[in-house]
């Protein structure tokens, strides 16, 4: 039988610790003193003190290693979430969360900190100042966010004070910061073919984006807040910036800082709905032949042309959560960070 190394508090391992926010998280995780080893699919950088475990996380035995002697396990992996990919969201969501979940209590794992996402709750019509009490999404608007909506129960269930297996998820909403994959470089992207001149709806829409240090520090606070008996055992918090914006002017900041135009003619919000839909369903019908790639699918136009904002008083409450980071500081530490996007560049 293999021996089992002591888990100690401050030893930890990152489960997509190579991507934006996994990365991130390692950096502060060190700040902080913790000891840190990342299992992911890919190396995306080196860090001294850093050890990395490649493997597929579907794959109990690759994680095993990763976990030994570890008692905290953050859980940041999750395919593209732009993916049409239907089976892969559900081997990587589902049964690889099923995978994490088993791997953590051989090892001996004791918190399990998800980050799972405030679209667990989005059926792509108004959230206004949500709270964690909302229903899961009944229809939920992507593959992404039915699996997300999955992962999130398998792990909250798998909670387990008796067996010393405390789990909590972490509800970030809209990601942003230097080095995010997505949001900077679609918008940069569809700014530079021209399609970025319309405006999906009245524009006065309310979101939350939630600057990465700010999800960092939440996540971190949740697992210090985890303990047997803490209010924190098998529950979902929403992480914010706490300062919902109009998603327009969001993208028109963004795009402005980075010398593009702001997008200012409107269109109605149904009128674009509708022909997203109509387009995912033809690359759907084409995929066998050919794989298109919409920019304006139905999610992110639902995302564009309504409101979707969250309520962080729960993890006000349980872990002391404020945000570290303003939204406008954020705003220009993001978009200096991108200088490879800006025009003409
Ligand atoms: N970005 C956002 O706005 C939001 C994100 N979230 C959640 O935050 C988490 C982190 O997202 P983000 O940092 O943006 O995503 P990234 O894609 O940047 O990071 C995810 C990492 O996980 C890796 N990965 C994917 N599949 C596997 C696998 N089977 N085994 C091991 N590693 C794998 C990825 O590798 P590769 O790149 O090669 O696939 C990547 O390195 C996700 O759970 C996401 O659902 C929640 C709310 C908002
Ligand atoms: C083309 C434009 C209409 C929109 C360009 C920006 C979008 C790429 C982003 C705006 C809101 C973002 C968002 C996500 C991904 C990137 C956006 C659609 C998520 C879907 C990422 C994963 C989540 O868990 C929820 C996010 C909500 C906001």
């Given at each position: 039988m293999a021996t089992r190394i002591r888990p100690s508090s401050k030893r930890?391992?990152?489960?997509?610790?190579?991507?934006?926010?996994?990365?991130h998280l390692v950096e502060?995780?060190?700040?902080?003193?913790?000891?840190?080893?990342?299992?992911?699919?890919?190396?995306?950088?080196?860090?001294p003190g850093v050890t990395f475990h490649l493997g597929d996380l579907c794959n109990k035995q690759a994680?095993?290693?990763?976990?030994?002697?570890?008692?905290?396990?953050?859980?940041?992996?999750?395919?593209?979430?732009?993916?049409?990919?239907?089976?892969?969201?559900?081997?990587?969501?589902?049964?690889?969360?099923?995978?994490?979940?088993?791997?953590?209590?051989?090892?001996?794992?004791?918190?399990?900190?998800?980050?799972?996402?405030?679209?667990?709750?989005?059926?792509?019509?108004?959230?206004?100042?949500?709270?964690?009490?909302?229903?899961?999404?009944?229809?939920p608007i992507?593959?992404?966010?039915?699996?997300?909506?999955?992962?999130?129960?398998?792990?909250?269930?798998?909670?387990?004070?008796?067996?010393?297996?405390?789990?909590?998820?972490?509800?970030?909403?809209?990601?942003?910061?230097?080095?995010?994959?997505?949001?900077?470089?679609?918008?940069?992207?569809?700014?530079?073919?021209?399609?970025?001149?319309?405006?999906?709806?009245?524009?006065?829409?309310?979101?939350?984006?939630?600057?990465?240090?700010?999800?960092?520090?939440?996540?971190i606070l949740a697992a210090e807040h985890l303990r047997p008996k803490s209010p924190l055992c098998g529950r979902a918090y929403h992480i914010t910036n706490d300062e919902p914006v109009q998603f327009w002017d969001f993208m028109s900041q963004v795009l402005m800082g980075l010398g593009y135009d702001a997008p200012r003619y409107h269109l109605p919000y149904w009128l674009v709905y509708g022909l997203a839909l109509l387009l995912w369903l033809l690359a759907l019908l084409l995929r066998p032949v050919v794989r298109l790639r919409p920019t304006f699918t139905p999610m992110r136009v639902a995302l564009a042309g309504t409101h979707h904002y969250y309520?962080?008083?729960?993890?006000?409450?349980d872990m002391g959560y404020r945000p570290l980071v303003g939204l406008q500081e954020a705003i220009v530490r993001t978009v200096e960070s991108y200088p490879h996007l800006r025009r003409g560049a």
């Amino acid at each position: 039988m293999a021996t089992r190394i002591r888990p100690s508090s401050k030893r930890c391992t990152v489960i997509g610790g190579s991507g934006f926010l996994g990365r991130h998280l390692v950096e502060q995780l060190l700040v902080r003193g913790y000891l840190v080893s990342v299992f992911d699919i890919q190396q995306s950088y080196e860090l001294p003190g850093v050890t990395f475990h490649l493997g597929d996380l579907c794959n109990k035995q690759a994680l095993l290693p990763a976990l030994q002697g570890v008692s905290l396990v953050f859980h940041c992996a999750s395919p593209f979430p732009g993916s049409d990919d239907r089976s892969l969201f559900q081997r990587v969501n589902v049964d690889g969360t099923g995978a994490v979940l088993e791997a953590c209590q051989e090892a001996g794992v004791q918190k399990l900190v998800l980050t799972s996402s405030a679209s667990v709750v989005f059926e792509g019509t108004d959230i206004k100042d949500g709270k964690e009490e909302l229903p899961y999404a009944k229809k939920p608007i992507d593959y992404y966010t039915e699996t997300k909506i999955q992962q999130e129960k398998l792990v909250l269930q798998a909670c387990n004070e008796e067996n010393g297996f405390l789990t909590v998820a972490i509800r970030p909403h809209g990601i942003f910061g230097p080095r995010d994959p997505q949001l900077v470089p679609i918008l940069v992207d569809t700014a530079r073919r021209g399609k970025m001149k319309f405006i999906i709806g009245d524009g006065s829409n309310l979101v939350d984006f939630t600057f990465v240090e700010n999800v960092v520090h939440g996540l971190i606070l949740a697992a210090e807040h985890l303990r047997p008996k803490s209010p924190l055992c098998g529950r979902a918090y929403h992480i914010t910036n706490d300062e919902p914006v109009q998603f327009w002017d969001f993208m028109s900041q963004v795009l402005m800082g980075l010398g593009y135009d702001a997008p200012r003619y409107h269109l109605p919000y149904w009128l674009v709905y509708g022909l997203a839909l109509l387009l995912w369903l033809l690359a759907l019908l084409l995929r066998p032949v050919v794989r298109l790639r919409p920019t304006f699918t139905p999610m992110r136009v639902a995302l564009a042309g309504t409101h979707h904002y969250y309520s962080c008083t729960r993890a006000k409450q349980d872990m002391g959560y404020r945000p570290l980071v303003g939204l406008q500081e954020a705003i220009v530490r993001t978009v200096e960070s991108y200088p490879h996007l800006r025009r003409g560049a």
